[in-house]
């Protein structure tokens, strides 16, 4: 039985040796130095680091940075990584959370890790990938890892304007990249086109089903996304047959128009998550490319990246809603109404998951991990932990699990889950912000703050910007005399929504 | 060009359009950002931006946005 990832890589970096395992269109890297990098990177951690601690990784989009992630593995560590593009604010928040003692950067990002508030040792990737391989080292480093140890600790955004980082162990990525590559039909033939950012939950595809399976993936570079005929050129020109996407970059070519140019000549399955899929742009999809597999993932970070998937068997139309479908293999889901009761069938209540796929907790935080994760209800006679997702749904009469929107306000918003509440304790630090309420126009897709006070929507915009990812600073800001309530006092969201353009 | 000046500066505020000329190249923006400008920037001057039109060289600068413009206009 596998006790880690890092039994898959032995394996696959012995049977695919010289096959490519990541490429990010200037430089390629085959299995075998794949495993020659996490190894030295592991023995050069591994003479100093504290064995179950964490390493903080801030590294580009290359073909380096998953080496470095399997590096600190190596050493009997864990790494959190952190997407260098976000503002310092953000990057400081991580770091408060993580308290690491090591944080391993590539060249590129140097002077921005040198600028943030970061107490520990800075060790640049470059000047460690070649340290001489100590296999007794790497031994001693790993022998206290066991399959429950954590793998990686990945940030989402907190109601309370802190982010929260889930603690993921090896056990629960391998239950979850077994179940997705068993649907998926995923072998050493594949290759993968990565969109999303490396240190995102939803790259786990990319990088792990090539480590499990011995398929390669081509990690497109950003910027290609904004230029979507430069992108189908890449996939033609890797021969990509699998996209597992967000939602959002499934939408972007068909909504500007790229099938009209060129089509991706080899691809087979596209999978896609994070958002609910608006059917109008699948169907695009599946006019060019009606031979392609299409599934719909459902799932929450603190599940291992997805808890259900549906494959699409027919061709949808522009208000086709796609059900979420069933529980990938050692996912357990329950729906259960306020009052804990189960839900009658049919009916909607809360989506619950339980299986070994649930994340250890929200590192450094227990209060908010015993709130979270909690001893199933419908269990009186042995522990059983579930995770209360937030999320609504219901079973259809083909047995197929819908979802129907969240029970509070957080939001998906271009692929990513965000508190609107979180938008506004960041607006109301703002000097000229009295009160503010966000809300989400999802037909239009525009994120919104309506605020009282003097400031300018430029004084606004620049402040977020240098505080918040891009995704989260809202687009439409509207300036008020006074918010609405309602009798209660509540500022009255609905009088507000009114107001969306 | 004070049209287009407008549509940007308020899309984001933050960028300093006047002067960049690597807004594609260097990431300034984004995906997100391109599918929002291209829906306002047809609209605001009636033309049409086709995929092959989206290639870093035009949407670079400010400049470079607005000799498309220019050109798809004429077209």
């Known amino acids: 039985m596998d006790t880690s990832v890092l039994n898959w890589l032995d394996r696959t970096a012995e049977q695919y040796s010289e096959k490519t395992v990541f490429n990010d269109c200037s430089r ?14 592991g023995t050069y951690l591994a003479s100093f680091v504290t064995p179950n601690s964490p390493v903080v990784v801030m590294s580009g989009r290359h073909i380096m940075t998953p080496a470095c992630f399997l590096g600190i593995v190596r050493a009997g560590c864990f790494y959190a990584p952190m997407d260098a593009t976000m503002p310092k604010a953000r ?7 993580i308290k690491a003692d090591y944080m391993i950067v590539d060249k590129e990002h140097l002077e921005i890790a040198k600028g943030l508030d970061f107490d520990g040792k800075i060790i640049i990737f470059e000047d460690i990938v070649d340290t001489p391989i100590d296999e007794k ?6 022998s206290g890892l066991n399959e429950l140890s954590p793998l990686y600790v990945i940030f989402t955004s907190g109601s309370t304007g802190v982010p929260k980082g889930v603690i993921t162990s090896h056990h629960s990525l391998m239950c979850y990249i077994e179940a997705v590559g068993s649907v998926l039909k995923i072998d050493s033939s594949d290759v993968f086109g990565n969109q999303s950012p490396l240190d995102y939950i939803a790259a786990v595809r990319d990088i792990y089903l090539p480590i499990k399976t011995g398929a390669s993936t081509v ?10 005929t430069q992108l189908f050129d890449t996939l033609n020109k890797y021969k990509v047959t699998t996209l597992c996407w967000s939602v959002a970059g499934v939408e972007l070519p068909a909504k500007l128009g790229a099938f009209d140019e060129l089509k991706p000549e080899y691809l087979k399955k596209l999978c896609f998550s994070g958002s609910v899929m608006p059917c109008k742009y699948l169907k695009i999809w599946q006019q060019h490319l009606p031979g392609v597999m299409y599934v719909n993932q459902y799932g929450p970070t603190e599940a291992t990246a997805s808890c259900t998937y549906y494959v699409v068997d027919k061709t949808v139309d522009d208000d086709t809603v796609l059900p979420i479908g069933v529980p990938y293999n050692n996912y357990t889901i329950t729906l259960l109404n306020e009052d804990n009761t189960p839900t009658e069938y049919g009916k909607t209540g809360e989506i619950c998951v339980s299986g070994p796929i649930l994340a250890l907790g929200y590192y450094g935080n227990p209060e908010k991990t015993e709130e979270s994760f909690v001893q199933n209800p419908l269990n009186k006679n042995y522990r059983e932990l579930i995770y209360k997702t937030g999320d609504l749904g219901s079973y259809n009469s083909d047995g197929l699990l819908e979802f129907h929107g969240r029970k509070d306000r957080q939001i998906k918003h271009m692929g990513h889950r965000i508190e609107l509440s979180e938008i506004e304790s960041t607006a109301k630090q703002i000097d000229g912000v009295t009160d503010c309420c966000s809300l989400y126009n999802k037909a239009k897709e525009h994120l919104y703050l309506f605020y009282t006070g003097t400031a300018t929507s430029k004084d606004i915009t620049i402040y977020f910007r240098s505080v918040l990812p891009g995704f ?23 009088t507000l929504k009114s107001y969306f353009k | 060009m004070d049209e287009l000046m407008e549509i940007l500066n308020e899309l984001r505020p933050d960028v300093d359009f006047e002067n960049e000329t690597a807004l594609i190249t260097d990431g300034i923006l984004d995906s997100f950002d391109i599918v929002a400008l291209v829906g306002e920037l047809n609209d605001a001057f009636d033309i049409e931006i086709k995929p092959n039109n989206l290639v870093p060289d035009n949407f670079n600068s400010a400049k470079a946005m607005m000799a498309l413009i220019e050109k798809l206009q004429d077209e």
């Open chain 1, 137 to 142: 080292l790497l031994d001693k480093a790993v």
């Open chain 1, 219 to 228: 990690i497109i570079p950003k910027n290609e996304f904004a230029m979507p």
């Open chain 1, 28 to 41: 390629s890297v085959s299995f075998a130095e794949f495993n020659r990098i996490t190894k030295s990177v």
């Open chain 1, 472 to 494: 989260m600073v809202p687009r439409k800001l509207v300036q008020l005399d006074a918010l609405p309530t309602l009798p209660n006092g509540k500022i009255d969201m609905q």
């Open chain 1, 91 to 97: 990057l400081n928040q991580i770091i408060g959370v």
